[in-house]
């Protein structure tokens, strides 16, 4: 009889252990994957946390966050229109040049794919201090005016003047000179992989958010140049961007893509005409007033740049810098003497 109750006592004692071990080995291996899936969160909420200064897109590094960019003279004589490529920047900069007539300085990501863009055509000298804020950017363009051109030479610009540079570039004949030369992203890496020498740039972009202001709305709304032309842009709830209107004509680029943005900022400025040209001074540097527009809201404020190669930023009335929405921007470069009307 002792015998068989020593022996079930063995095999009770072995039992226990047995369920230890079980118990304990599933812990450990609920543990190892619990320990697993914070890791992997972890990784994922580290690289949410990088966005590009360029459009406020989530990118997968912090190295990403300052993309080396392209910035391209675009032609806006009506005999260009429609151009190609401006449906395709991340950023555009619209500003009078001579007598009633706009031109566009588009920015592009150096590595974006375009299969054309243009017509291009010639510097002025402001767009040479927006285009430095992009950390001595590609600059291409067609001639220029002589304090444009001066400068490019004198303060070392990476540019790139179709008149030394021809190869970059083709002209179309089915346009008509001089609204008739592009170029694409294919000419501009080949460009950048040839002739760079500027190295890694370092530059600071606009600030963005998701949160729609809670401001005034402003669905619709004219900027009046003050030169004999409009631009309107009426904001479309489905897309949650702006779509431009010329003459009340919705606006697409070449491609027939619509010309969308997401930001659109009138920043005032003070104009001269410095010669018999026509050409413009325009106060880049300094401050003046600013109106924003994203999501079917308008918030007013005052803009700054205080030396050239700083980034232009945009502050509301209490003093906060106005957050751009993720996507793409817009900036209509206006006289003082220009408006905006609200129109819906």
Not at 31 to 40: F, L, M, P, R
Not at 191 to 197: A, E, M, N, S
Not at 322 to 335: D, S
């Amino acid at each position: 009889m002792y015998g068989i109750i020593s022996y079930m006592r063995k095999n009770i004692f072995l039992v226990g252990i047995i369920i230890i071990l079980g118990i304990f080995g599933y812990t450990i291996l609920a543990v190892i994957n619990s320990t697993k899936g914070e890791v992997v969160g972890s990784l994922e909420n580290t690289a949410s946390q990088f966005f590009s200064q360029l459009n406020g897109a989530p990118v997968s590094s912090a190295t990403a966050t300052m993309p080396a960019v392209v910035t391209i003279m675009i032609d806006n004589h009506p005999d260009a229109r429609p151009q190609f490529g401006l449906s395709e920047a991340d950023v555009v900069y619209e500003a009078p040049v001579e007598g009633d007539f706009t031109r566009f300085m588009a920015v592009f990501e150096r590595d974006k794919v375009a299969a054309k863009v243009g017509p291009v055509r010639s510097a002025r000298s402001y767009y040479l201090d927006w285009q430095a804020e992009y950390g001595s950017p590609l600059y291409m363009h067609c001639g220029g005016s002589p304090e444009a051109l001066n400068r490019i030479k004198t303060e070392d610009i990476f540019a790139a003047n179709e008149f030394y540079w021809g190869k970059y570039y083709w002209r179309d004949n089915n346009f008509v000179a001089p609204h008739n030369l592009f170029t694409n992203s294919e000419d501009w890496q080949k460009l950048w992989q040839d002739y760079d020498k500027k190295g890694d740039r370092v530059w600071s972009g606009w600030s963005f958010n998701n949160t729609a202001p809670t401001s005034s709305n402003a669905i619709a709304f004219t900027v009046d140049y003050g030169i004999g032309h409009k631009v309107e842009w009426q904001f479309e709830a489905a897309l949650g961007k702006y779509g431009r209107y010329l003459k009340n004509v919705k606006q697409n680029d070449a491609s027939g893509e619509e010309i969308l943005a997401d930001n659109v900022v009138v920043q005032y400025v003070k104009t001269t005409i410095v010669d018999n040209y026509g050409r413009r001074e325009i106060q880049s540097v300094g401050s003046g007033s600013v109106r924003v527009f994203r999501d079917g809201k308008i918030v007013s404020g005052i803009w700054k740049k205080n030396s050239v190669a700083e980034r232009t930023r945009f502050f509301d009335d209490e003093g906060n810098e106005i957050k751009l929405k993720p996507g793409k921007t817009w900036l209509q470069i206006v006289p003082i003497e220009g408006s905006v009307t609200i129109t819906g």
